[in-house]
Antibody, heavy 123, light 107 residues
Framework: EVQLLESGGGLVQPGGSLRLSCIGS????????MSWVRQAPGTGLEWLSS????????SYADSVKGRFTISRDDSKNTLYLQMNSLRADDTAVYYC????????????????WGHGTLVTVSS | DIQMTQSPSSLSASVGDRVTITCRAS??????LNWYQQKLGKAPKVLIF???SLQSGVPSRFSGSGSGTDFTLTINILQPEDFATYYC?????????FGHGTRLEIK
């Protein structure tokens, strides 16, 4: 059974940093594009970042570009999101997701979601 | 960025009804359009990918259509478990964007 388990969320002050981790089980992370999606309280879904197999290609939403860094350690079957310069509007549940490609793009659709980890940015 | 406009933002319907949710892209996205269902407190679940392909395990009362800029999600014979929020998502070009969601409520 495919599972994604995020950790690393919590309360952080504005300007602070956090690193989220996501351990995959039931599959090999190395075979898949992985991404992060977040959802602020009571609002919709926001794609943040994706990383291609091998880790050589990444993509970011403008809202986090330059502040967040996605990475992967396939030997540990783990995806990461390093978040720096956090702001109040980064408060959200952060989901680790596994995508399934189709067509000619490398993103596809989200086939599996983690349970999410809550990040709260507040003083 | 490609803007995804979903309508309506909320919808009241009864069990057994047929409902349609639309999603319009600000530019052509071919068929790179996915639909998700999210229930309160849960992670979303994919229903339809590539505009019209039904994800394995999803009931056949769900269907998707469209290409280019205009897309629809149709739910035939609404069941009690279908009351949730629905999102469209384009994956044609980064940044990947979602619609703002359609909340489907029981009438």
């Amino acid at each position: 059974e495919v599972q994604l388990l995020e950790s690393g969320g919590g309360l952080v002050q504005p300007g602070g940093s956090l690193r989220l981790s996501c351990i995959g089980s039931g599959f090999f992370l190395r075979d898949h594009v992985m991404s992060w999606v977040r959802q602020a309280p009571g609002t919709g879904l926001e794609w943040l970042s994706s990383i291609r197999r091998g880790g050589d290609t990444t993509s970011y939403a403008d809202s986090v570009k330059g502040r967040f860094t996605i990475s992967r350690d396939d030997s540990k079957n783990t995806l990461y999101l390093q978040m720096n310069s956090l702001r109040a509007d980064d408060t959200a549940v952060y989901y680790c997701v596994r995508t399934e490609p189709y067509g000619t793009t490398w993103f596809g659709f989200v086939q599996y979601w983690g349970h999410g980890t809550l990040v709260t940015v507040s003083s | 960025d490609i803007q995804m406009t979903q309508s309506p933002s909320s919808l009241s319907a009864s069990v057994g009804d047929r409902v349609t949710i639309t999603c319009r892209a600000s530019q052509s996205i071919s068929n790179y359009l996915n639909w998700y269902q999210q229930k309160l407190g849960k992670a979303p679940k994919v229903l339809i990918f590539a505009a019209s392909s039904l994800q394995s395990g999803v009931p056949s009362r769900f269907s998707g259509s469209g290409s280019g800029t205009d897309f629809t999600l149709t739910i035939n014979i609404l069941q009690p478990e279908d009351f949730a929020t629905y999102y469209c998502q384009q994956t044609y070009k980064t940044p990947i964007t979602f619609g703002h969601g359609t909340r489907l409520e029981i009438k």
